[in-house]
């Protein structure tokens, strides 16, 4: 069973057991299992249910690995023959997690 879904900005083709970086979920840890409810597609063998927008009744839980900080971005601004420069670093907060089941 296959489910495209719609979290965070993001849409993800999400299967059993595949695993996806996404931006932080706020107020949760490591171990917590979360419920994404907004189901685009589910697929089933040869058949497939596509919502309009969403599949009613679909939802796909997963569990959080681990939450970490993604690799520094550097922006660097610049003026010519000015002398101006300026260099700021930014590493965005993430969630790695884990697609437990499908039900629809």
């Known amino acids: ?17 595949a695993v996806f970086q996404l931006n932080r979920f706020p107020g949760r ?7 994404l409810n907004e189901v685009l597609l589910l697929e089933e063998g040869a058949t497939a249910r596509l919502g309009t927008p969403l599949v ?11 939450n970490r900080r993604g690799n520094k971005v550097l922006v660097m601004k610049r003026l010519r023959r000015k002398g101006y420069h300026k260099k700021r670093g930014h590493r965005q907060e993430l969630s790695v997690i884990q697609i437990v089941s499908i039900e629809g």
């Open 1 to 17: 069973m296959r489910a495209v879904v719609r979290t965070q900005g993001v849409q993800i083709l999400a299967t059993e057991g």
């Open 29 to 35: 840890s490591a171990g917590d299992v979360v419920e």
């Open 56 to 66: 009613p009744g679909a939802r796909v839980r997963a569990r959080i690995l681990e």
